[in-house]
């Protein structure tokens, strides 16, 4: 199930609410639990033997490896800790990578083997890297186990974050998933930032979806067309990631929980290393903490440094898909983060504000086509077709016009600007008056989101990948 | 403070809430009138249905297709986008004189399939000889009114397609109607893909120069001006104008049979109370019609057609006194031996980009 449907907003949510509001305290991770695996295992009946299995497995190397720690005996704690990584590296390279591997083979080799044909089970990724951040944690001794596997899969399964991230570490809700204290200002909060979020999914995201669309499928768009379109994706991803961040922050807050920030603003950021410290905060955190740091981060010179850089944006790529332009964006970013940390952020520094926005645009946008088109010969094509050819095609005034609106739209709530606005606004009006507003905000921004998730066809889920 | 933030909380649960239950109580529709297509029925749960993903597919369908108020949803959705200065809403172009037009643009008109049609046409043709046939495209409205297309909106070239009909399939056996059509006030409808009756008699005059006919006058009477067709259903805008539909009153038959269907006339009067008015015409598309028009003159028609031929039909009436006509979207049978029959015309009327979307046209040549 996504978020973005009227089963979601109309069935499931009013009734899980309910539920987990009538139901008392000592049972409401009862009441997620089984709303999470119903959320799961609605558009995924099969897989969620697998998100259980992964569960119970994680919980008793959970087990174990607090036991072998409390005895001291820190080699079979270690031991346990290395089945669980690659107990769940595993399922992920299973489900995940291995037609990719099969396709690669097959084609240095010349041979014929079989792909399995597997269909990703959805949110594979953002949940074997939430179970794996709790068993390291347990090993690093900065959680304790959790001993009831009720709690325990509650957390694994939630299903506010669980197919579309962030990703939610375990020692970041220890404390919500036993004395978390519901209350209506959160809940009132969270339900806002989850209507914000469903707004910028299916208002902008959706939009600026079509749109790309329209032009990646064309066979020769001009220059102009050609940036417009990835003007369009570069747009799309983020109002659909972070609405969906949004949402799932939102509707944690509703149910009493505090997830981390995924997204600041990260298109205002004025390198490609501030960028990244403001995208997909949670990804980047858990292979800084998990991958970079345990490789020695920056503290064995500036070689090593930079192999490590290479590793993780290597790995970062392909955790976005299992498809070697995935890995091209991870090394792409890899060059910059390089370049940036041996001479490029000092010249930065020197030179206005402004020069750093441009650069730093220009890397993302540039970096999103080879995000966003998986096919290597097609992405070739679009790349030629963003720095050759006619500057425009027949088409390209009458997408500009005709998308003009929308764009600027994109483009000011990509910022802080509204945010500020409004919190300007609100400190001086009236407190009843700035409260009234609000209310009508969210109700316009929700009524105009369903208009558009009945009335417009065109509402994909990009995760599927992930 | 507490309850100063209640407000915004309130609005989304009564609003969600709301739906919902209005939505649950709401008895279900079976057809949208608006969209002009049957809406997902309440899902069947069976296991079956639930492990291969059927179930949840149709529940959210269902969810999505009987929710309260869903004519004003969509509605409401493109009144924004006009307002936000879109120029085609789900693939509809907002043209000028409140003209729609089904965008098609030029990498999405498919050449290969079209010069195969063509071929299998002139195939056709070819064996029959003896038969006088010809092939007949309508201009797609959007490359005729082109001047009332939204200015720079993308759309297929029509002229080298044009161009290539008499090279390909012989310069006698093509009627081109678009200078016909051209000098018409309204050749097309604003809110349907189909040309008016006046377009559509305009080119049955082309037709008869083609084929060395006499044009016979024929009066056109007004029978509705409500109509509002397939293009309104994808963009539906509460503002979008209304269609008049004309036709030719005093053509008479002496009987139909469509698809076993026995009828005695070429209108469906009942449809000019459904939402699709055009249907009035042959009451829709059939696989196979045999027309008696009562006129003996022992000439016999076969028409291969798509619905533009609809409410062209009635022109062709006196000049026949048999017409089979055949839609190969549904027609299976072998066209041969309908030839056979005694044949002593062809006629083969598509609108442009139907017939080059078109994936049937070689059953022409099946046996």
Known sequence: MVFSSTVFLLLFLPLVAVIYYVCPRRGRNAVLLIASLLFYGWGEPKYILIMLFSTVFDYCNGLGIGYFRHLGRNKAAKAVLIVSVVGNLSILGFFKYTDFAVDNINSLLSLGLPALGLALPIGISFYTFQTMSYTIDVYRCQVAPQRNILDFAAYVTLFPQLIAGPIVQYKTVEKDLHTRQENWLEASRGMQRFVVGLGKKVLLANQMGALWESISAMEHPGVLTAWLGALAFTFQIYFDFSGYSDMAIGLGHLFGFTFLENFRYPYESRSVTEFWRRWHISLGTWFREYVYIPLGGNRRGLWRQMLNLLIVWFLTGLWHGASWNFVLWGLYYAALLILEKTVLLKVLNRLPAAVGHLYTCLCFVLGWVLFAVTDLGRLGQYFAAMFSGVLIDGGTWYLLRSNAAWLVLAAVGCTALPASLWKRWEERLPNGAATALRAVGVTAVLLLSMAFLVGDSYNPFLYFRF | ?367
Request: aromatic share 10%.
């Open chain 2, 1 to 367: 403070m507490k309850r100063r933030e209640l407000p915004p909380l309130i609005a989304i649960a009564l609003i969600l809430l709301g739906l919902s239950a209005g939505s649950l109580a709401l008895p279900d529709r079976a057809f949208s009138d608006n969209e002009n297509r049957y809406l997902q029925q309440s899902p069947q749960l069976t296991a079956d249905h639930l492990f291969s993903g059927k179930f949840t597919q149709e529940a959210e369908k269902y969810e999505s297709d009987q929710i309260l108020l869903r004519d004003f949803w969509m509605g409401a959705a493109s009144t924004l986008q006009r307002l936000l200065g879109k120029g085609d809403i789900n693939g509809v172009y907002l043209g000028a004189d409140g003209y729609y037009f089904a965008r098609l643009t030029e990498d999405e008109f498919d050449d290969a399939s079209y010069e195969k049609n063509l071929r299998a046409v002139t195939a056709f043709f070819d064996t029959h000889t003896d038969v006088s046939c010809r092939l007949l495209l309508s201009p797609s409205p959007g490359t005729l009114l082109w001047d009332k297309l939204p200015v720079g909106a993308p759309m297929y070239d029509a002229a080298p397609r044009r161009e290539l009909l008499p090279a390909l399939v012989g310069r006698d056996r093509v009627v081109d109607v678009t200078d016909a059509l051209m000098a018409l006030d309204e050749p097309y409808y604003r809110t349907d893909h189909h040309w008016t009756t006046v377009g559509a008699q305009a080119a049955y005059e082309v037709w008869c120069d083609s084929t060395n006919r006499a044009v016979r006058n024929q009066e056109l009477t007004a029978v509705t001006d409500t109509f509002r067709g397939t293009l309104y259903s994808k963009v539906l805008l509460p503002d979008s104008p209304q269609d008049t539909i004309t036709l030719p009153k005093g053509v008479t038959i002496h009987s139909m049979d469509c698809d076993g269907k026995l009828t005695d006339s070429l209108y469906d009067w009942s449809r000019l109370q459904e939402k699709d008015q055009y249907t009035v015409f042959m009451g829709g598309n059939w696989a196979h019609t045999e027309i008696d028009t009562g006129a003996e003159n022992g000439r016999r028609l076969l028409l291969v057609k798509d619905s533009f031929a609809n409410c062209f039909l009635p022109f062709l009436v006196g000049d026949f006194e048999h017409i089979t006509v055949l839609d190969l979207r549904y027609f299976n049978g072998s066209v041969e031996e309908l030839m056979d029959g005694g044949v002593t015309d062809v006629l083969v009327l598509y609108e442009m980009s139907n017939f080059a979307a078109d994936h049937n046209i070689f059953k022409l040549n099946q046996g």
